[in-house]
């Protein structure tokens, strides 16, 4: 007779995974089919607001942070490439490297002031720190001001547009896949577990021993380091920008938000599914900005109150999927899979339990 | 003449199920315990009575009319108020504030500031402190005073006497029969099973969710009682879910 | 002179500042709900505000009369029909909701009314002013402004100090499941809640619009002085929200006087850097109560 163990994946997230495989590997080897990047350069953006749809997922999905400054980190990743390969001449590529060191040191005054603040607080309280940062690029002389800088060729390095398109394109691939890779193993490692028991119950996690400042500290540096290389990526795509839209709240906040929200927030799957959907809406309302904003806000909005695990939420209660292996079960004789429709364990003995 | 009539009623939390077919009957003007180890299911039915937590089977009739579905707060329009346990008095507001709060414009009637003031004369001093610097005793005569304001027919008492000293419980529960005096019916939850048995007409006691015994306190034997609030050892840990 | 000058400018602004962060204050203080439309919304009543008098040919003052029920009329079943499923232990649901309310309210404007600046027009006495000094002088609509602010405070107090309803506030902010055993209905009183808090923040943007052009996308930066005006001065203190306003607007009085001093820095910076300091060293603001 076997004995009982903890398992994470079964049939169905083996099947994800794989699937998940072989997406990825085609899409890396995109560049060797597309040759004239009529796919690679309009797929950038889907790629990085995909990357920073998870980052802001991990935060307010998993560790209780709801962040409306994001758009900080972004427009610190811009601005950090921007000084290192136009104003000091180091290779750009490197220099995305460099904005999330750079976007990580600078998070850590930031934690020690917003982390005074919960809940909605906390949401205006990054705000407030996004506008600092944005009303000092625009004073600094040095970064410019609030003039229009532009990543000039010499900067860029010599590389040719056929390269650049490529490694901007693998760049964001990157970001967005290992957005998502980053998720999967902090949920499976000890910190998802303390995320989990803080998510749960605060006071009791802290009785445990779990340091929840800690635990909130280590994926708010890790969000704000990948939300600022995808900053940098997104100014190889789009060379030229200005304090106002590299730190632009609808953009590289209100927008992930909405990604992330009608996806499905709390989950490594649902903004995938969200970054899809703007896609679609994107396509679809391709010149039309505000109409944008206006339906997606009101998408967004109509979720969080009706359905707040968002599309995949609905999925899942509809046909129990998993599609990455994050979520910890107790296998072995006796026991089953998951039950269709989320169903729960039954009622625990009436003697045995305190009401 | 009955005033609360419940029948068949089942009710819980989440995936607890604290009370099973529960069946009670309350007459106007009697003071009826309900006693219970821990856990017995005491504190939810007087919630589900308050309509703090819905019931999931069952009905309560109530003056003649089904009340299940009358949400928490009209329940006190119709004349239920709850003492709730842990006293819950509001602590940014005065004593006073408290007291007021609890009064129902649409239940007049013989109770109002200063007739609580008489039935709780130590209250008086206090009425201008915020309710938090009271003592547990003063604020469970301010928690009953407060559910006096409404003019209650069924007044719910929580475990009065928990966390209290002696002399403190005998002295509010002294003040028990002024309440049914003043024309509320009285049903409380109790853990004390001597001080319940001293002011009741009659007891129920509930085991595990289900009514385990009943009757008036010198009818009843002391070792039916003590056999009805801990479970025969034969019955215990046998009500499993089904 | 002139830094004298930019401190007393700076407390009229001040006023206009805790008008914004009332409604804050008293969502948060009554339902712990912060409302991140709250800017948008302030920015919405002076745009009614501008309909409103271009349509019917009022003053902006007595614009009032339509504008302010309205937006009670619109918080209340706001909160009702959406802002009540989201009330709870949760923060993300309501930040959510309220967030996406904000961006779509600035973009409908932007559809509506244009990216054009606005400012709506009261006569002359928008540039009448009473001279204190020969180089201090104040305008009598920052002085009304500040004036309106510290009446709209002290009727709030008062109401919550004195009224039944403001009883029934307190109780429903301690615990709103035994405020319930006492009659109140606390969904509804929240909607309450949330129409006081649109109408006041309606009046803020109405003398917004009347002291200063205005544009749709404006409403953030008016949330985030709100916030900071609730911050600096404590959690659910109502005098605290008016030293808060006060302070936050002498910062931008002196910070716009060093931009044009010396050539650096803006009123806004200079506010939201106090904000931060006061988080650094008193993060229960100066009158706070309680941590939140």
Excluded at chain 1, 248 to 268: K, M, P
Excluded at chain 2, 99 to 114: E, K, T, V, Y
Excluded at chain 2, 147 to 169: F, H, K, Q, W, Y
Aim: glycine residues 12%.
């Amino acid at each position: 007779m076997t004995g009982h163990r903890v398992t994470r994946s079964d049939r169905q997230s083996t099947f994800g995974l794989a699937v998940s495989a072989v997406l990825l590997v085609v899409l890396v080897l995109l560049p060797w089919w597309d040759g004239d990047g009529s796919l690679r350069v309009p797929l950038v953006p889907i790629l990085y607001y995909l990357a920073l749809a998870q980052m802001w997922n991990l935060l307010a999905g998993f560790a209780g942070l709801v962040s409306i400054g994001q758009q900080m980190f972004v427009g610190i990743g811009v601005y950090t490439l921007l000084s290192f390969a136009e104003d000091f001449g180091v290779d750009p590529y490197l220099s995305v490297l460099l904005a999330g060191v750079v976007a990580a040191v600078l998070s850590l005054p930031v934690a020690a002031l917003a982390f005074r603040l919960r809940g909605g607080y906390f949401a205006i309280g990054t705000w407030v720190i996004a506008e600092v940062f944005r009303l000092i690029a625009l004073e600094s002389g040095f970064l410019g001001g609030a003039n229009v800088r532009t990543l000039t060729r010499e900067s860029l390095g010599g590389y040719s547009v056929d390269t650049r398109n490529t490694v901007t394109y693998l760049m964001a691939l990157g970001l967005a896949a290992g957005a998502t890779a980053i998720l999967v193993f902090v949920l499976r490692s000890r910190l998802g577990l303390a995320l989990r028991s803080i998510r749960d119950n605060q006071e009791g996690a802290r009785g445990l021993g779990v340091s929840v400042t800690r635990a909130k500290l280590v994926v708010w540096v890790i969000s704000a380091s990948w939300t600022g290389m995808t900053g940098a990526v997104i100014l190889l795509h789009n060379p030229s920008t200005r304090a106002e839209s590299a730190f632009s709240v609808l953009r590289w906040t209100a927008l992930v938000v909405f990604i992330a929200i009608i996806g499905g927030v709390g989950s490594t799957t649902g903004p995938i599914i969200g970054v899809a959907i703007y896609w679609g809406v994107r396509e679809f309302l391709e010149d039309a900005d505000e109409w944008r904003f206006i339906i997606l806000g009101l998408i967004a909005a109509a979720m969080a109150i009706t359905a707040p695990r968002g599309v995949y939420g609905l999925l899942q209660k509809r046909w129990a999927v998993q599609f990455f292996p994050v979520r910890r079960r107790l296998v072995g004789p006796g026991i089953g899979g998951p039950a269709p429709g989320g169903q729960s364990q039954p009622a625990p003995d009436a003697g045995s339990t305190a009401r | 003449m009955t005033l609360l009539e419940v029948r068949g009623l089942d009710a819980g939390y989440g995936d607890f199920q604290a009370l099973f077919g529960i069946d009670v009957d309350v007459a106007e003007g009697e003071t009826l315990a309900m006693i219970g180890a821990n856990g017995a299911g005491k504190t939810t039915f007087l919630r589900v009575l308050a309509g703090q937590v819905p019931t999931r089977a069952g009905s309560i009739t109530f003056e003649g009319a089904d009340i299940g579905a009358v949400r928490a707060h009209r329940r006190v329009g119709i004349g239920i108020a709850l003492v709730p346990e842990g006293r819950k008095l509001f602590g940014s507001l005065t004593v006073r504030e408290n007291l007021i709060i609890g009064a129902h414009p649409g239940r007049p009637g013989r109770w109002s500031l200063d007739t609580v003031l008489e039935v709780f004369p130590l209250i008086r001093p206090l009425l201008e402190r915020p309710s938090h610097v009271l003592s547990g005793g003063e604020q469970q005569a301010v928690a009953i005073g407060r559910a006096l304001m409404s003019n209650p027919r069924l007044i719910l008492l929580d475990e009065v006497s928990l966390g209290l000293a002696p002399v403190v419980v005998k002295s509010l529960y002294e003040a028990l029969p002024a309440l049914s005096e003043g024309g509320a019916t009285v049903l409380l939850v109790e853990q004390d099973i001597g001080q319940a048995l001293s002011v009741a007409s009659r007891v129920v006691c509930l085991l595990e969710g289900r009514v385990s015994l009943e009757g008036r306190p010198a009818d009843l034997a002391r070792s039916d009682i003590t056999a009805a609030y801990f479970g025969m050892p034969a019955t215990a840990g046998s009500e499993g879910p089904s | 002179m002139e830094w004298l000058n930019a401190v007393v400018q700076g407390i009229m602004l001040g006023g206009l500042f805790a008008l914004f962060a009332t409604g804050l204050s008293l969502a948060f203080g009554v339902m712990r709900f912060v409302n991140l439309a709250h800017g948008d919304l302030a920015i919405l009543g002076a745009f009614v505000a501008v309909s409103v008098t271009s349509a019917l040919g009022l003053n902006p003052f007595v614009s009032l009369v339509i504008v302010v029920p309205v937006m009670l009329a619109a918080g209340y079943g706001l909160q009702l029909g959406a802002f009540n499923f989201t009330v709870g232990a949760d923060p993300l649901p309501s930040i959510l909701v309220t967030f996406g309310l904000g961006v779509v309210i600035q973009n409908a404007l932007l559809q509506t009314y244009s990216a054009d600046s606005r400012g709506l027009d009261v006569g002359s006495i928008e540039v009448e002013s009473i001279a204190i000094t020969d180089a201090i002088a104040v305008g009598w609509i920052p002085l009304i402004t500040l004036a309106v602010a510290i009446t709209v405070l002290l009727g709030l107090q008062l109401m919550l100090s004195r009224t039944a309803l403001g009883r029934a506030f307190r109780a429903v902010s301690d615990d709103p499941a035994t405020a319930r055993l006492m009659g109140i209905n606390d969904r509804n009183l929240y909607a309450v809640a949330m129409g006081i808090a649109f109408a006041t923040v309606a009046i803020a943007g109405v003398f917004l619009g009347i002291r200063q052009s205005f544009g749709p996308t404006d409403g953030p930066a008016q949330l985030l002085y709100a916030f900071e005006a609730v911050v600096i001065g404590g959690l659910g203190s109502v005098w605290g929200t008016l030293i808060g306003g006060l302070l936050l607007g002498v910062a931008h009085g002196i910070g716009g006087q060093v931009e044009v001093s010396y050539g650096y820095g803006s009123g806004p910076l200079l506010g939201h850097l106090v904000f931060l300091a006061v988080l650094a060293t008193k993060p229960a603001g100066l009158l706070g109560r309680r941590t939140e």
